[in-house]
């Protein structure tokens, strides 16, 4: 994948020299993880910072050089425009961006024009609870779209509280941040100020124009979270029993629960959730007809949707900066699910779906939220991580930590109870954990099911993270210290594992400052050439320098005086400490032959052979 991210440094070259003739302004690093973050940060990158631009790491990384005038003369730089849409490269957030239009569209005409279309499978969210699971443990089996629609017909629906007399009367003198589609530029105005421009303008793009807006990553209203709540299935509700997000500390929170509101042929470029995570968008209002047209992919088809992407369109998925044209999607060599989505839809994205959405129409208000299973962490972690160049976000390492703490404590809890039988779990079938359990399994088993996969995967991390001479290594500063020549005592079963000991409680929200990637153990650091970078004079402390992934430093990337001092955030023993305790809890319940590989119990002495 590197050699890939090579490949597409040399060939924008003469794009990121532009970049710097255009601009006197300092390289933009990517953002620090100093407070809970959220999405929109994500999604509203500076216009001239890319994930694979190295000025995006900041002044010191030195894999590969910034660009600089003398690399490309004005005249090298001229772009030959793409044959399938009009304007330059989309990439340049100064010039216009394709302009896409949805006039004419059709789903009936798309998979009539192009074989490798196909509409997306829809279902009534009026048939029988029942039937309805079933559909969506299918949906999470198969890794295709799905579409429950009829939600406007069902009793919870509340017509007077989704919509949009209700949105401008309690949130219009809200100020809002929006994006103009054509030259990705944010801009905030209060919502009253964005509906009364959006009905203002044609519902489709006009030749000439220079704005058109679309309100992305808005805050959910509390009363519409609580009506969600309410009326959707619960496995499928942010933060439910199988979303393993809930499981993060509120420092590391994520919210993903958002409102997108826009008028005709405003859009979200192709792209992919993050680290592989189920997405669900409901419509809940529009005007004038407004409707959403849907391009989406399979989970299956995520390998091939990517190369196809390198290699035939020149693009990287993860930049989310392609406006995908119907024709590149209808030449792709992999199936294309199509759907327009109306008032009353719920569209189900599987993980590692490709998928690209386009307003047709008046204002359409959609919320919008991802989960995160056990499935798709396994799939973040072994799959997504690797490729991805961006803010990680969603915390993969640290979620799948979170998750072990509290099944840990949460099957010693059962296996501590002293009922004579023990009740059976609430496992829904869609739940998306990669294990299915039946109704004569007790709640203990399917928990220690759950909490055997977690310890498999951690146990990977820990091979990933693991330094021989981490016993000599200086950490980021707990809330607390602790003795390291002491043996690490171990926390009484009765007692919390996230609530009681700092150690596992703290976070320390560092990410890498060239790719984006999380870190949840191990880094290397720099203070000194971040100290020469600062203003004041302030000691920098453990985890304030300048932070590079051992996936990074192992290919190169460095420090401008290239003396980075390893770091851990946190003893290795606690993590080791909080592994076998977790499969000393696992191996009570199920049989031998089944936790053998878990059962083991790891200590430093192994881990060094």
Not at 72 to 88: E, I, M, Y
Request: negative net charge; charged residues 25%; hydrophobic residues 35%.
């Amino acid at each position: 994948m590197e050699e890939k991210r090579r490949e597409l440094m040399r060939q924008n070259k003469d794009f990121l020299a532009g970049l710097e003739i255009r601009s006197n302004l300092p390289p933009i690093p990517i953002p620090r993880r100093t407070q809970t973050p959220s999405l929109s940060a994500l999604f509203a990158p500076p216009d001239d910072a890319s994930p694979n631009n190295p000025s995006v790491a900041g002044p010191f990384l030195q894999t590969v050089p910034a660009p600089t005038a003398s690399m490309a003369q004005p005249q090298d730089r001229a772009k030959t425009p793409s044959p399938h849409v009009a304007g330059s490269d989309p990439r340049e957030g100064s010039c216009a961006a394709p302009r896409l239009t949805c006039r004419g569209w059709s789903i009936t005409a798309f998979c009539d024009s192009y074989k490798n279309f196909q509409p997306v499978r829809r279902i009534s969210a009026l048939i029988p609870p029942s039937e309805l699971q079933e559909a969506l443990h299918n949906h999470d089996s198969t890794g295709e779209p799905l579409i429950i629609e009829d939600w406007h017909k069902h009793p919870q629906w509340r017509e007077g509280l989704v919509s949009m007399e209700w949105l401008l009367e309690n949130r219009g003198n809200k100020e809002i941040h929006v994006r103009n589609v054509h030259n990705r530029k944010d801009t905030t105005m209060s919502l009253n100020q964005f509906v009364e421009t959006s009905r203002a303008q044609d519902v489709y793009n006009v030749p000439g124009e220079s704005e058109r807006l679309y309100w992305k990553d808005g805050e959910c209203p509390l009363p519409w979270k609580e009506w969600l709540q309410a009326t959707l299935p619960p496995s499928i509700l942010p933060g439910c029993a199988n979303d393993l997000l809930r499981h993060m500390e509120p420092s590391e929170a994520v919210e993903s629960l958002l409102c997108y509101l826009g008028i005709g042929d405003t859009y979200t470029p192709a792209h992919k959730d993050l680290c592989a995570s189920s997405g669900h968008n409901l419509m809940c209002f529009s005007e004038n007809d407004g409707s959403s047209f849907w391009f989406m992919t399979a989970t299956a088809s995520a390998p091939n949707a990517a190369e196809y992407f390198q290699k035939k369109l020149g693009q990287e998925l993860d930049w989310e900066t392609h406006v995908t044209t119907v024709e590149e999607f209808g030449q792709a060599p992999f199936t294309v699910y199509v759907a327009e989505q109306k008032v009353g839809d719920l569209v189900l994205v599987p993980s590692r779906s490709v998928h690209q959405v386009v307003n047709r129409g008046g204002l359409a208000m959609k919320t919008s939220w991802s989960r995160m299973t056990l499935d798709n962490l396994k799939a973040a972690y072994r799959s997504e991580l690797p490729m991805v160049c961006r803010l990680e976000q969603y915390r993969v390492k640290t979620v799948l930590y979170r998750s072990m703490l509290c099944y840990t404590e949460e099957l010693e809890g059962i296996l501590a109870s002293a009922a004579p039988k023990l009740p059976m779990e609430d496992h829904e079938p869609s739940e998306g954990d990669g294990e299915t359990a039946t109704p004569s399994q007790p709640i203990q088993h399917s928990k220690a099911e759950r909490l055997h996969s977690l310890i498999r995967l951690f146990d990977e991390v820990l091979c990933e993270e693991y330094h021989a001479g981490h016993r000599n290594l200086r950490h980021v500063p707990p809330q607390r210290t602790i003795d390291q020549s002491q043996p690490l005592q171990p926390i009484p079963a009765s007692e919390s594992l996230a609530g009681k000991d700092p150690e596992r409680t703290s976070s320390s929200n560092l990410a890498c400052d060239f790719c984006g990637a999380d870190i949840f153990q191990s880094f290397f650091e720099c203070r000194t050439c971040r100290a020469s970078d600062q203003d004041d004079e302030a000691e920098l402390q453990i985890g304030d320098g300048l932070l590079v992934c051992p996936g990074c430093y192992v290919e190169g990337r460095t420090c401008d005086c290239e003396e980075m001092e390893p770091i851990q955030c946190r003893p290795f023993r606690v993590l080791l400490q909080d592994r076998n305790r977790a499969a000393k809890a696992v191996f009570e319940v199920l049989p031998s032959g089944r936790s053998q590989r878990s059962k083991k119990k790891l200590n430093e002495d192994m881990m060094d052979k």
